[in-house]
């Protein structure tokens, strides 16, 4: 068992949800780590992430804590495979590893729904405003650093490809931001009407008009696991994106974005509102 220095989101959530079954099953640390043959301070790393196991063993291990959920353990299997060639690895070292651990997630994601309040969502933004925000917040990057990351916001549009359900809603404030000056956010907002009739794309707004909306204050994704108990709710702070999946603050973002849904705008009246944005710049 190699030690991980820097556990990746999602080898550390597959350490949580194990020790959440340990938990669950009343099995204390030292009992698990004399099933599995190592010692109660393997079972500690390996509940943070920093250790992994083979597939043989994770499967006896969650056996011995009688999770009889097949699909769970097929996705905890899955999440605990070794993976070589993604392309987020190729900006390690260059993107923040936050940034590396969300393109992942959102690679594994059965779906997503996003909201943002004063920002385009990242894989709808275009090129220009990327390069343009960028510059506004880190205006002492090297061009090339800015690029590669250009060019990273840029290939996580794949999931947008991917036949991914990715579920967007965004505040009017969002629109009407001139990230770059008026002609980088006309462009930006063409590019938001024309990127909305993709198959696996809903886009829709909450006007400044919303009755009985009372906002909320950063951006976030809700990104649905292979299983419902490996849902992830990615948020923006001012340190970067923060992850959280336990299951009582889950069901407080679910409970959120379901209010966030009866304030949007329907689809083709919130691309009829930002059509009437786009021709007043």
């Known amino acids: ?128 405003h990327v390069r343009a925000a960028s510059v506004f917040f880190e205006p002492n990057l090297s061009e090339e650093v800015r690029e590669a990351r250009v060019s990273f916001r840029m290939r996580r549009r794949q999931v947008l490809d991917s036949g991914t359900p990715y579920d967007v809603v965004i505040h009017e404030a969002a629109l009407r931001m001139r990230v770059g000056g008026s002609e980088i956010t006309r462009a930006q907002l063409e590019h938001l009407l024309q990127g909305s009739g993709g198959k696996s794309l809903t886009l829709r707004v909450i006007p400044f008009t919303a009755e009985g909306f009372a906002g909320a204050g950063y951006a976030m994704q809700y990104v649905g696991g292979v299983v419902p108990q490996l849902d992830t709710v990615q948020i923006d702070t001012t340190h970067g994106a923060e992850f959280i999946d336990a299951t009582a603050r889950l069901n407080r973002y679910r409970t959120l974005f379901e209010s966030i849904d009866k304030a949007a705008l329907p689809h083709d009246d919130s691309l009829d509102l930002i059509r009437r944005i786009a021709q007043e710049l």
């Open 1 to 128: 068992m190699t030690s991980r220095p820097n556990p990746t989101a999602r080898q550390a959530r597959l350490g949580a949800e194990l020790r959440k079954l340990r938990e669950a099953a009343g099995v204390p640390n030292r009992q698990a780590a004399a099933q599995l043959g190592v010692s109660p301070t393997q079972i500690s790393h390996l509940e943070s992430g920093r250790i992994g196991l083979s597939e043989e063993r994770l499967r006896r291990m969650v056996e011995f804590y009688d999770c009889d959920d097949t699909a769970l353990l097929d996705a905890l299997v899955k999440m605990s495979l070794p993976r070589f060639g993604s392309w987020w690895e190729e900006y390690r070292g260059v993107m923040p590893p936050q940034a590396l651990d969300l393109a992942e997630l959102e690679h594994d994601a059965s779906y997503v729904r996003a909201f943002e309040v004063v920002h385009i969502p990242g894989v709808l933004q275009t090129e220009e």
